[in-house]
Structures are given as structure tokens and as C-alpha cells.
């Protein structure tokens, strides 16, 4: 197959450890930067450009879309989509990964256990959104942050006013969200390709940081899920549309909580200290998906 990974960088981990198995196992491999490739929308003649040369004799694509470029490339995802090129994640999918709000409103529909949150943007009743969930100490978010940027905890009343009203002032989204103590430091990454979980590491800060991202100084262990942690890992995927993402879950007194299911997460931490083969098992999973699936598929837009 002729397979094309959408990212910005060659070098990344993830993206040279694709490349590497897919070429092992006969596929040809390109590395396209999505933000410089530009596209011509006409009747019935979706082209995509990359350096002055079509893109029409592509098998299938797997995307890497940076949270800052989430816009352009689902953009440029729709658009292979609407060659009938398939990928591993759908450009809907993306833009549902990258919204919070949605992605919340999403699995708690899907019965996916979620920290007790609240959403707001230009409502001055702190007092009340406070109580709504839960009372200090809170965790408080911009809606469309990442890597553990935008996210403080307020462990006062106060405190929690004052961030608000940064964020009130400001005119940013945010979202208000329980602080789960038995938890602070520490969460789960679920690595889930097809339906099945395939790698989980447990993510712990180093310091009195309430934040475990390992883009913020934590550090990742192999951990064994349990059955109920694995089915909601499995099923928070299946609720976001993506067969191929990382689940971020936190362990509670009332089971596993799922913060956030990435659709371009990492492999570095998780392959490197479970000893798991991720990217085969991607490369795997496209192999018995992506064959005879050049037909126009359903577009989400």
C-alpha cells in the first residue's frame, strides 16, 4: 500500500516509528507536512497539493494533527476523505477530540464515566458555578488546552473566583471541573488500536504538581488495567469515533474517570517502558482495514 502520514515533523518519535514498520512490511511511506500542503475545492475534483504535485495515488493516510492546527488539518484530512483515501481518523473525529465541551458531552451520553464538570464563558455567577461542582478545591481549564497548559488548581473559594474572572474578563471558554484527591499526580494513558487496549502507562508527577502530563515533567510506568478501567478505556474510544487514540483516565473511589481521548497521542512513553509494539499493531490494523476501501466514504463535516 501507499500509505502517507500527515505530520510536521519526520523526526518525531511516533511518526519515525510508523514510518520504520510500515516500510519493514512492504509499504510504501511518505512523511507530508499538512500545513504545506494546500488544496482545490471544485465540483466532483477534490485535489490536495504538496510541493506542486497532486496527491491522488494515496491508499491511505494516518493523521498527526497538532492541537494548534487542528482547523487546517481536518481541513486537509476532509479532503482526502472526499477522494475516498482512508484513514485511521476521521477529520469529524479530529474536531470532536479537540473541543471539549463536545468530547465531554459526548461520553457522558455514551454512559463513559467523566469528571463532575462545568461549563462557562461569559456568566458571572462564580458562587454559583463553584457549587454546581462541587466546591474548592476545583480544577479549572481553558476549554482547548493542551500538554497540561491552561489548567490550574484552585484550592480555595477565592482562588477559583479570581481564575474565573481572568478567564470572564478575557472572554476565553473555560470549564470548572471536581478536583478527585485520591487521584492528584497521577493518571492513566490507555493506548486503545481497534477496540482492544494495547499498551497503558501510568503517568506520575515528580513534584506537588497536581498535573502527571509527561510534557510537564511526569513520568510514565507500565501498569496493568483493571477489567473495568480497560472496557471504559474501550468504550470512551468507541464513543469519539477514533480506532486508533489514547485514553487519559484517572482512578476514583467511583471507578475510572476519562479526561481526554487524544487523537494523535504519543507512542514514545507507552512503547518505551511497556516494551509494546504500538506501531505494528497500527500499521496491522490498517492493513486489514484500509484494502479495497477506495470508494467514496461518508464525509463528516
Avoid: W
Amino acid at each position: 500500500m501507499k500509505i502517507a502520514i500527515l505530520s510536521k515533523g519526520s523526526a518525531n518519535y511516533t511518526t519515525r516509528r510508523l514510518k520504520e514498520v510500515a516500510i519493514a512490511r512492504g509499504h510504501e511511506v511518505r512523511v507530508i507536512n499538512y500545513a504545506k500542503c494546500y488544496m482545490t475545492v471544485e465540483r466532483g475534483n477534490p485535489v490536495v497539493y504538496y510541493k506542486g504535485e497532486r496527491l491522488t495515488d494515496i491508499d491511505a493516510i494516518i493523521p498527526r494533527i497538532g492541537q494548534t492546527y487542528t482547523k487546517y488539518g481536518s481541513a486537509v484530512v476532509r479532503q482526502f476523505e472526499m477522494q475516498g483515501v482512508y484513514t485511521t481518523t476521521s477529520s469529524i473525529a479530529i474536531v470532536r477530540s479537540r473541543d471539549k465541551l463536545r468530547a465531554y458531552q459526548l461520553l457522558a451520553k455514551a454512559e463513559v464515566g467523566v469528571p463532575k464538570t462545568v461549563f462557562a464563558r461569559e456568566t458571572a455567577d462564580f458562587d454559583e458555578v463553584i457549587e454546581v461542582a462541587g466546591g474548592a478545591p476545583l480544577i479549572i481549564k481553558v476549554a482547548r488546552g493542551t500538554h497540561g497548559n491552561g489548567v490550574v488548581l484552585a484550592e480555595t473559594r477565592k482562588a477559583a473566583k479570581a481564575v474565573m474572572q481572568a478567564f470572564y474578563v478575557e472572554g476565553v471558554s473555560f470549564l470548572v471541573q471536581e478536583f478527585v484527591e485520591e487521584s492528584a499526580g497521577s493518571d492513566i494513558r490507555a493506548l486503545v488500536v481497534g477496540g482492544r487496549v494495547v499498551a497503558s502507562i501510568k503517568r506520575q508527577s515528580l513534584d506537588d504538581d497536581f498535573r502527571s502530563n509527561t510534557h510537564q515533567g511526569g513520568v510514565g510506568t507500565a501498569v496493568k488495567l483493571t477489567d473495568e478501567e480497560e472496557k471504559t478505556a474501550v468504550r470512551a474510544a468507541k464513543a469519539m469515533g477514533l480506532p486508533i487514540c489514547g485514553v487519559d483516565m484517572m482512578r476514583s473511589a467511583r471507578g475510572p474517570l476519562v479526561l481526554e481521548v487524544n487523537s494523535s497521542a504519543s507512542l514514545r512513553t507507552p512503547e518505551t517502558v511497556t516494551d509494546r509494539d504500538v506501531a505494528t499493531k497500527i500499521i496491522e490494523y490498517i492493513e486489514r482495514n484500509a484494502k479495497g476501501r477506495r470508494r467514496k466514504d461518508r464525509v463528516g463535516a
